[in-house]
Every structure is written in C-alpha cells, then in structure tokens.
Nanobody, 116 residues
Framework: QVQLVESGGGLVQPGGSLRLSCAAS????????MGWYRQTPGKQRELVAQISSGGVTNYAGSVKGRFTISRDSAKNTMYLQMGSLQPGDTAVYYC??????????WGQGTQVAVSS
C-alpha cells in the first residue's frame, strides 16, 4: 500500500519561510506527477504546485515566485520550499502522487499557519 507522509508544517510569521516534505513509501519513479495542494475550511482543495517525473513544474499564480517544488528520487521525497509567506497561505497542505495509470494517492496533510 502506498503511503505519503507530510512533515514540516507549523506556525510562521508573515514574510517567513517553511519547507514541507512528502516522504513516499515507494520509489517516486513510480509516479508520473507529484504535487502539493492546500485546503482551508469551507473551500475546495486547490493545486499549489506540481512536478512531473521529468522535472517539469507548474505553480498556482498566487505562489509563483515564492514557492519552489522539487523531488529527490534518491530519498523518495518531494519538497515544497515556501518563502515570503502571507496569511493567505494559511491552510492544510496535502501531498499528492499520481501514477501513469491515473491512480492517485494523498497524504494526511500538514497544517501551515501564517500569523503574527
């Protein structure tokens, strides 16, 4: 069974940085695309950033230039480096991984809170 485990969330002041990690229980080569999503109460889960197996990245407009997604296949881990954090970035952040036969897996989520 595939497991994704997020870590790195927490409370940070506006303008600060955090790095989220998503550790997979299998090789990340198994996934055609991995991504980070976020969700706030009462709203739909939204895509934050994606990275393909070939390293092509895609970002939501609201985080472009502030967040960087990456993956380390040797460690079976994906990262989200978040900078210039704003209160609007407060959310539960979820890791997602999709295979090339469209199976999708989710982590349990990690809370990010941006507040002074």
């Amino acid at each position: 069974q595939v497991q994704l485990v997020e870590s790195g969330g927490g409370l940070v002041q506006p303008g600060g940085s955090l790095r989220l990690s998503c550790a997979a229980s299998i090789s990340t080569f198994s996934f055609s695309v991995m991504g980070w999503y976020r969700q706030t109460p009462g709203k739909q889960r939204e895509l934050v950033a994606q990275i393909s197996s070939g390293g092509v990245t895609n970002y939501a407009g609201s985080v472009k230039g502030r967040f960087t997604i990456s993956r380390d296949s040797a460690k079976n881990t994906m990262y989200l480096q978040m900078g210039s954090l704003q209160p609007g970035d407060t959310a539960v952040y979820y890791c997602n991984a999709k295979t090339n036969i469209n199976r999708s897996y989710w982590g349990q989520g990690t809370q990010v809170a941006v507040s002074s």
